[in-house]
């Protein structure tokens, strides 16, 4: 009995340890998200971080409140503790949400030196200021 007490208080040491410094000391979900426009159903409801490995590991969940299948593109900024960019820009990458799914979508750091990130996101249908923004309706990719 002790030992499995000292155990559950190992593993509450360990996980207080292992909380995902990004997203839970840089705050909410809206300072590590960029919209690129206005996305009317797509959101990022859940993120979590966590660094494992050595290397920085994100898990974030876009729900489509439409009924109807939606385009999401996405990619990341890793930073360094001083908020420097740490690897070079990412090419967008394509996901399909279907009509009032979650998706959760894992990711994992290209490098040891990022300790923080940015998620940026755009969504070709439900942009409306992609004029403003620069960002084309058609993916930057092919």
């Known amino acids: 009995m002790k030992r499995m007490a000292a155990i559950l208080v190992f593993g509450v040491a360990c996980l207080s ?3 995902p410094a990004s997203a839970a000391e840089g705050g909410s979900i809206a300072s590590k998200v960029e ?11 859940d993120m979590r971080a966590v660094r494992r ?3 920085l590991r994100v ?4 729900t489509n409140s439409s009924p109807g299948n939606e385009r999401l593109h996405y990619r990341f900024r890793w930073l360094d503790a001083d908020g420097f960019t740490v690897w070079e820009e990412e090419p967008w990458k394509p996901e399909i949400i279907y ?3 979650n998706k959760v ?4 750091a290209p490098t040891f030196k990022a300790a ?14 992609s004029e403003r923004t620069g960002v084309a309706d058609n993916p930057p990719y092919r």
């Open 105 to 108: 979508i894992n990711v994992v």
């Open 53 to 55: 490995d050595n290397l």
């Open 35 to 45: 919209e690129l426009g206005k996305m009317d159903y797509l959101r990022v409801t």
């Open 17 to 19: 340890v292992c909380l």
């Open 59 to 62: 898990q974030f969940t876009v």
């Open 99 to 101: 009509g009032k799914q």
């Open 116 to 129: 923080d990130f940015k998620l940026e996101l755009q969504s070709p249908h439900n942009s409306t200021s």
